[in-house]
């Protein structure tokens, strides 16, 4: 056990994940608001502005008021004229038929097979008198022609239509809807609703004209820039070193997996090995579980989660001197890699993991290149519990690495590398727990994070190595 962190979390002194993240995204949203106003017309035309109200000019100026009324105005004369309208019972009328339902009616028969029937019908019986064609024989086309007459002109929508079209109602709707006052009333109504007429008339009805003037605007602008959040937050951090991190260190890769689904333009289901080499994935010798290509690896818009599962699956395993050879396993696991699309050299890495080791297997986050040693370890838990950098050697492999069992188990903790050309450094939320100064990798890495399993017996499955972020920074 690692009694360093041990001790600084026995007695509180390891820094909260949760208040870490606050911190840090209200400095970064702090910061971005920062760099935008900076970068902006505003951060300009505040000083502007202060240079401008504080001037003798200005204030002489605001002395002077206009003498403007609302009185003997155009829009006065508008609003008179559209009350009056308002008034007109011609149009009062017009718009209540406009939107009733008989009018609905009205136009929906004009439209209707039953209609151009009648008008036909109509046409054809015009031709002949009504009772010429009641006399005609029972079984001619005369007769039958004034029976269906009768039949339609008798029917409800018909006798409907007709007496709407002589109502005076229809009538009052015929006669205005071109008419100039109907043509009128509906322009003024336009352009008293408009947002120029209603400012213009509330600028002439004001007593205090100064509200109004262009001065009065930049006064007011100036005012409200001083209380505005940028101005604020600019002014606060103007002269502080409390953005010096987002200055030296530009964000180049991460995953908050919020999607819901892994997102493939950052992460392959692959090592890098496996996807050069066979192009599918492959265990180690003494490794207990086959990789699946992603069917244990699952996003739910919080988290990544790889899981290790007992169940049987066929996989591809290194065997020297054979090559790859094709074995049942007992367990399935999964892994991600960054190789596909993201390799580095030199930076900061952080991940929030949560810390939930479990005998005989092996969760890790860690950086790889081109050859599996040396092996940088962001954070391992299981059979060991530890930050460091193993490298494999004739003599076996070498773990320069400092024990992290000290942590609290089930609760998610933010791992911290910071790889530069001569040293690398981790710490966990904010505490320092180890230096390495030699051997330090001078070439691109990709990242990775998988689970294996490396004993026997393994309780508690479904286990599940779980990440809620990856972030990767490199000086700007």
Known sequence: MSFKLFFASTFGLIKSTAKIETDHES????????????????????HELEVLVTSPTFKQEKKELQHLSMKGSKEEAQLAELKKLERNRRLQKFYTTLKSDELKRFDKISNSELKAKYKELKAAVDKHSLAALKKKDKHSE????????QKINGSDEITFFKNFRKSSAYINYELMIDSPERKRFEEL???????????RVAYLEDKQKWEKTDDASKEKRFAELQKLPQVVNFLKYKHSTAF???KKWKLVFEDRFGTGKLDNQKWMTQSHWANESLEQNFSQVGDLHAFTDGKNVSVDGKSLKIEVRKEKAKGMQWRIPFGFVEQEFEYTSGIVSTAGVDWWKHGILEAKVKYAPSQNLVDAVYLLGEETSPQINLVEMGAKN????????????????????????????I??????????????????????????????????????VVAEPVSNLPHRFEIGWVRFYQHH
């Open 27 to 46: 400095l970064l949203a702090d910061y971005r608001l920062f760099c935008e106003f900076e970068k902006s017309a505003g951060h300009k035309e505040y």
């Open 142 to 149: 005369e007769y039958a022609l004034y029976v269906e007459f």
């Open 189 to 199: 109504q336009k352009i008293a609703g408009s947002s120029e007429f209603k400012a």
């Open 244 to 246: 010096d991190f987002f």
């Open 386 to 413: 530890r930050v460091g950098l193993l490298s494999k050697s004739a003599e076996g492999i070498q773990a320069e690495c400092e024990s992290i069992s000290g942590l609290k188990t089930g609760e998610f903790y």
């Open 415 to 452: 791992f911290r590398l910071e790889w530069s050309a001569h040293s690398l450094v981790w710490s966990i939320n904010g505490r320092e727990m180890l230096t390495l100064s030699q051997n330090v990798p001078a070439f691109k890495m990709h990242l990775n994070a998988a689970s294996i």
